[in-house]
């Protein structure tokens, strides 16, 4: 452990030895391509504790029992979301890893933490010297998640089937707030520092370290001379340092490491002769709406506490990442906002749900490269090498693009996935003017109104009277219909595998029987005084009824 005092400053060394690139490099956390497959697919586990934690592990399942998990090249992971990026790095090759990964999901994080920052002995260091609450998260996180073993990225160990990348994503405040994300190029371009010996405890916590709750997490920079890299490691010369927090400052759904990812591997592939069969983003999509709406006949929002802080800033940071979110879906090609459909669904007990309205979770988008002089290229250059190793001025740079396919698997839409039926070999939606689909709609809300009063939180923390398990269940009962109930995104997923010779064993369809709970009770905390959609959007906060 590195400390510049009594306490965990920082936890990176530098590289030993190497100049231009790092001396060991790490094959699962780095940009380099897998060139033996002329596919990219990449999963992106959105931020948003332990909602996105539980939803996360659910849908990697999910996507495992249709198949299409094996293939997987690559996970990007933000804050909530390294929860079960880190278990399935670490375990997803091994026998009932899925089974296992749940309970890890369903751990009380926070309760874990709080018990770790009053111990006395804790309290001190975290007063006295350079450790923080963060570098408590990150103990959480490792006796948690990691079995306590302390896994290191060298861990990690070789690519291969069900053994993906994993890219765990947070943000730099030190240098202009951009993504800062642990792979082995970043690490040493950046830092000078080898990536093998950091702590996969430590990047979790970094990538979940909301300010204002969590101190950012530290990072030595070292030189690029290897003898004053070894002096500055041993004699703590010439310090500088980066800080990062949570990821989401920078992109809460990890898209855009996916992004750099599937281009370096659309070029290398490019100035190999080979085409790039098939372009995939699987976007597990753990956000819900604020709970604002709460307050909306309140006067005044404060409490007591107030008088010393006024949360309100925790308003405006929400405000920020729905509105980054809403771009980068947007520069995904999915637009919610184009919808399928409109309907109402009436939940009985006076609750309805309006304006549900379908749209193309699959869709369709363009990323850039250049070309230039020839080579296909990620960014354009101004100066490039001769035979003599020289420098000649480059020519201009041609901008090209080639396509991707984005899947949105989104847990705050649940009740607007159009459910198929096969019968008598016919596919069809189910029919919401008969019994059966009015009733499967209705659970589909009520399951909705639960999912969207989930706190961003380290612990599974919703309505009034809902326990543990049955939130976790509802988070698990969400990712089964967003993945196996979809007919219209797996046609176009599965068909899109299909064409590139990705196998699924014929896992790759929807589920023969549609997920239906009619046990599944809640109300309302304040029954709408009529059926006028203003008065059923301010009073549609519900608690769960107890058997």
Not at 498 to 510: A, F, M, P, V
């Amino acid at each position: 452990m590195v400390s510049d005092k009594l306490g965990v400053s920082f936890q990176n060394r530098a590289d030993p030895q190497a100049k231009f690139s790092a001396s060991h490099p790490v094959p699962r956390a780095s940009y380099q391509p897998d060139l033996g497959k002329d596919s990219f697919i990449g999963v992106a586990v959105s931020g948003g504790g332990s909602r996105a934690a539980n939803f996360g592990m659910a849908v990697l399942a999910e996507l495992e029992r249709i198949g299409v998990l094996p293939h997987v090249d690559a996970i990007s992971a933000v804050s909530g979301g390294s929860i079960p990026s880190a278990w399935f790095a670490l375990h997803g090759d091994q026998p009932g890893w899925a089974e296992q990964g749940r309970k890890v999901a369903g751990e009380n994080f926070l309760g874990a933490f709080l018990g770790k920052l009053i111990n006395p002995v804790n309290f001190t260091a975290t007063t006295f010297t350079d450790k923080d609450r963060t570098d408590l998260l990150a103990e959480v996180m490792n006796i948690k998640v990691l079995d306590g073993r302390s896994p290191r990225f060298a861990d990690l160990g070789p690519r291969g089937p069900m053994r993906p990348s994993v890219f765990f994503n947070a943000t730099d405040t030190t240098y202009d707030g951009r993504r800062f994300v642990f792979s082995d190029e970043q690490f040493f371009d950046h830092l000078r520092a080898d990536l093998n010996q950091y702590p996969i405890a430590w990047a979790m916590a970094s990538s979940g370290a909301f300010p204002g709750i969590f101190n950012s997490v530290t990072l030595r920079r070292f030189s690029r001379d290897p003898e004053v890299r070894k002096r500055q490691e041993q004699l703590g010369a010439d310090k500088d340092y980066v800080h990062l927090i949570d990821g989401g400052a920078s992109d809460n759904l990890g898209t855009d490491t996916l992004t750099e990812l599937a281009r370096a591997h659309h070029v290398e592939l490019r100035n190999r002769g080979r085409k790039q069969s098939a372009c995939l983003f699987i976007v597990i999509d753990s956000h819900v709406p604020g709970t604002a709406i709460l307050d909306a006949k309140r006067s005044d929002r404060r409490n007591p506490f107030a008088a010393i802080i006024d949360l309100n800033f925790l308003d405006a940071i929400d405000a920020m990442l729905t509105n980054r979110r809403a771009d980068t879906l947007r520069e995904l090609g999915i637009r919610k906002e184009l919808a399928i459909g409109r309907y109402d669904i009436d939940m009985g007990d006076g609750l309805v749900e309006y304006n549900v309205q379908p749209y193309q979770r699959v869709s369709r988008f363009n990323i850039r490269y250049f070309e230039q002089d020839g080579r296909a290229l990620r960014e354009p250059r101004s100066l490039i090498p001769t035979a003599d190793i020289t420098l000649r001025e480059a020519p201009p740079a041609q901008v090209r693009q080639f396509e991707c396919t984005a899947w949105h698997i989104a847990l705050e839409d649940i009740q607007s996935v159009v459910s198929w039926r096969e019968k008598d070999g016919v596919s069809a939606p189910v029919s919401m003017r008969l019994d059966e689909g009015k009733a499967l709609m209705a659970y589909r809300a009520r399951l909705s109104r639960v999912l969207r009063q989930l706190k961003t939180n380290y612990k599974l923390d919703g309505p009034e009277h809902c326990s543990n398990e049955f939130l976790q269940q509802s988070l698990y009962d969400a990712a089964h219909i967003a993945v196996r109930e979809d007919k219209m995104a797996l046609d176009q997923v599965c068909g899109l595998l299909d064409k590139s010779g990705l196998s699924t064993g014929g896992q790759c369809r929807i589920s023969g029987q549609a997920l239906h709970r009619p046990d599944y009770r809640i109300e309302p905390l304040q029954r709408p005084a009529n059926l006028h959609i203003d008065e059923q959007m301010t009073n549609r906060f519900v608690r769960c009824v107890q058997p």
